[in-house]
């Protein structure tokens, strides 16, 4: 009992529909027009959002008298039901609304649906219905929040879109939980070591400490870490208030947003730390040849590269634009402007539904992708790659061994000397085929005496 169809996944509590609603006569109607229309129903803001309750039918003047389902007719805001603010196709809504549960098994919820549908729930002021529901599927251990979404403007346009989001909240089911465990204590132990460093040395350096690029990579590192593990313990709490909830509320509709969007949260903070972190790797590596070779490689075509860059945009945008205006108001992927650029990236990764294109417009349709995938794949690209191996091919001719390379070999050396492992040393390309070069020049060069005292 609870499983949907796919006989894998749990229902967790009640599936909930949700409808958001504005005010009669909220937008004024002009004095010449009044005796001609009945009032004016303005597309829906957060000013003309209706937050009334009413009784059976939206009437006012009787509230919850003889109705089967009262908390239909109630408004509940965002804090009461512990919701989230939703970003749709045409506007931001509001986590509160008219909010009812349709149960747990199919009977009751044909029964609730019924007694909407026969009362007039939907009307002319609704403006966004909702439906909520989450699952859980214990294969994979995650929890997923299912919210299907229609929204429909003043002039009676539709709009129909889905949102899945997943979530883990139960961390630690399997084997290797020790490991993570001893994982992350190990990590916030070396953060504590790395803040009393920096710490020591912003106490030396003073106000010049927050001019070293460096220093502030660290910086950001340690306060994005510590955000993470703030994130983390929040996240942890909501999700065992929303689980013990559902412990004792299993037929009532259970709200996870605010965990999902904890969950989310952290999600982006990690991947910034991920990034900050692959910036400080690549920074620690720089005594690698082959890595110092391709960041001077890639400094000296920056020039070339961020032109290619400015033209690859360029083309981006103008695609994103043409396919929006010519495919935007038929075409759900080229709605927005935001669609339209997404579809155009998802094209050059190879992730495209030609055939709702080629369907609509044959001709102009073929002209568009063919057109884009030839420039922007087989011309731009191409080119900003081939700029990219010109400068590494010419930064590997001219390539000389840095001092902090020559000690990363000397330490090599030394260490496979100890361990009794014959190490030969890899000698640049342009030490091999310029007899004239610096490494030659210091070994061709006699020891000089030292002065006597």
Avoid at 285 to 290: A, D, E, G, T, V
Wanted: glycine letters at 6%; aromatic letters at 14%.
């Amino acid at each position: 009992m609870g499983f949907v169809t796919d006989g894998n996944s749990k229902l967790v509590g009640s599936a909930q529909i949700r409808q958001v609603r504005v005010r009669e006569s909220s937008c004024p109607l002009a004095q010449q027009l009044q005796a001609s229309l009945s009032g004016c129903r303005a597309p829906y803001s957060l000013d003309a959002e209706d937050l009334a309750d009413y009784g059976e039918g939206w009437n006012a003047t009787a509230l919850s008298n003889g109705s089967s389902f009262p908390y239909a007719w109630q408004y509940q805001s965002q804090d009461q039901r512990r919701g989230y603010p939703i970003w749709g196709k045409l506007t931001v809504y509001r986590g509160g609304g008219y909010v009812v549960p349709l149960g747990t098994d199919r009977q009751s919820t044909s029964r609730i649906l019924r007694y909407l549908f026969d009362n007039t729930w939907l009307d002319a002021l609704t403006r966004a219905v909702f439906v909520e529901f989450t699952v859980y599927n214990a294969n994979v251990n995650l929890f997923c929040i299912v919210t299907l979404t229609l929204e429909t403007s003043a002039l009676g346009t539709f709009f129909t879109h889905a949102a899945l989001q997943s979530l883990r909240l139960y961390p630690f089911t399997d084997g290797w939980h020790p490991f993570v465990v001893a994982a992350e204590i190990i990590y916030f132990l070396f953060l504590l070591y790395y803040m009393v460093v920096q710490g020591k040395r912003m106490r030396k350096q003073t106000w010049s400490y927050f001019r070293s690029k460096w220093n502030l990579l660290e910086l950001a590192i340690i306060l994005a870490s510590w955000s993470a593990l703030a994130v983390f313990v929040k996240r942890a709490v909501l999700a065992e208030r929303d689980l013990q909830r559902y412990r004792n509320h299993r037929e009532e509709g259970i709200s996870f947003s605010e965990t999902a969007a904890a969950d989310a949260a952290l999600g982006y903070i990690i991947a910034f730390l991920v990034l900050l972190s692959t910036v400080k790797l690549w920074h620690l590596l720089r005594l690698n040849p082959k890595m110092n070779m391709i960041t001077a490689a890639l400094r000296r075509a920056w020039g070339d590269i961020s032109g290619f860059i400015i033209v690859i945009l360029t083309m981006l945008l103008a695609y994103s634009i043409a396919s929006n205006l010519i495919f935007g108001w038929k075409l759900r992927s080229y709605k927005t402007l935001f669609d339209a650029a997404e579809t155009m990236i998802s094209l050059q990764l190879g992730i495209f539904n030609y055939e709702e294109v080629l369907d609509y417009s044959p001709v102009l349709g073929s002209f568009l992708i063919g057109s884009c995938i030839v420039f922007m794949t087989f011309v731009v690209l191409n080119l900003f790659v081939s700029v990219i191996l010109v400068a590494f091919g010419e930064e590997q001719k001219y390539y000389q061994l840095s001092e902090e390379g020559e000690i990363v070999d000397l330490l090599l050396m030394k260490i496979f000397s100890f361990l009794g492992i014959k190490w030969k040393r890899e000698e640049p390309e342009s030490s091999r085929e310029q007899p004239g070069s610096l490494s030659q020049t210091r070994r061709s060069q006699p020891a000089q005496a030292l002065p006597k005292v």
